[in-house]
Nanobody, 126 residues
């Protein structure tokens, strides 16, 4: 079992930056595929960035590539999402998720993730 708690959301103007954090507790000695998903009002959940805690590879949705950076601090058991050059379309509730296996071909599938945080809201104004 692992528990995830997001923080760092808030309001920011377009072009600005924000850093989200996701603190993990519980069975953190294992390695996980971890991801950031977001859900805008009236839309489905979208995966935006992914990382395997046992390696260095990262994966991004085209919509955020070059603007967002995902990272993981193993010593702090914390996942981050650095959001730069944000746009109004980045407005959403952001969730972190974890699954105890390598990020395989399933990594964009939200139903494949067992552990979820409660979400943190990001609002980008134009």
């Amino acid at each position: 079992q692992v528990q995830l708690v997001e923080s760092g959301g808030g309001s920011v103007q377009a072009g600005g930056s924000l850093r989200l954090s996701c603190a993990a507790s519980g069975d953190t000695d294992r390695t996980y595929c971890m991801g950031w998903f977001r859900q805008a009002p009236g839309k489905g959940r979208e995966g935006v960035a992914f990382i395997y805690t046992g390696g260095v590879s990262t994966l991004y949705a085209d919509s955020v590539k070059g603007r967002f950076t995902i990272s993981h601090d193993n010593a702090k058991n914390t996942l981050y999402l650095q959001m730069n050059s944000v746009k109004p379309e980045d407005t959403a509730m952001y969730y972190c998720a974890a699954e105890n296996r390598w990020c395989g071909s399933w990594y964009r599938d939200e139903t494949a993730y067992k552990y979820w945080g409660q979400g943190t809201r990001v609002t980008v104004s134009s």
